[in-house]
Nanobody, 120 residues
Framework: QVQLVESGGGFVQPGGSLRLSCAASGFTFSVAGMSWYRQAPGKERELVAAITSGGGGTTNYADSVKGRFTISRDNAKNTVYLQMNSMKPEDTAVYYC????????????WGQGTQVTVSS
């Protein structure tokens, strides 16, 4: 069974840091493109950061987090990370881990989400 389990969410003050982890199982992690999305109350779900499955691990970020957040992956551990620095109240949202791949099919899976709250 495909599973994506997020962890590391919580409460932080503005300017603080938080590191999210997404542990993947049930599929070949190395062939999947991984990404983090977030959804705040009353807002559309948006892409925060993505990292490709290909060599080099190309990354892409939303303009709102560029320079503050970093996505990375460890294929040996089947885990993707999101390091969040200089956090702002507008970063408050539920953060979701996503996996997509088209190897011998088309697949799209989501984790259950983890709450991140940035407030003084």
């Amino acid at each position: 069974q495909v599973q994506l389990v997020e962890s590391g969410g919580g409460f932080v003050q503005p300017g603080g840091s938080l590191r999210l982890s997404c542990a993947a199982s049930g599929f070949t992690f190395s062939v999947a493109g991984m990404s983090w999305y977030r959804q705040a109350p009353g807002k559309e779900r948006e892409l925060v950061a993505a990292i490709t499955s290909g060599g080099g691990g190309t990354t892409n970020y939303a303009d709102s987090v560029k320079g503050r957040f970093t996505i990375s992956r460890d294929n040996a551990k089947n885990t993707v990370y999101l390091q969040m620095n200089s956090m702002k109240p507008e970063d408050t949202a539920v953060y979701y881990c996503n996996a997509r791949w088209i190897f011998r099919g088309a697949y799209d899976y989501w984790g259950q989400g983890t709450q991140v709250t940035v407030s003084s």
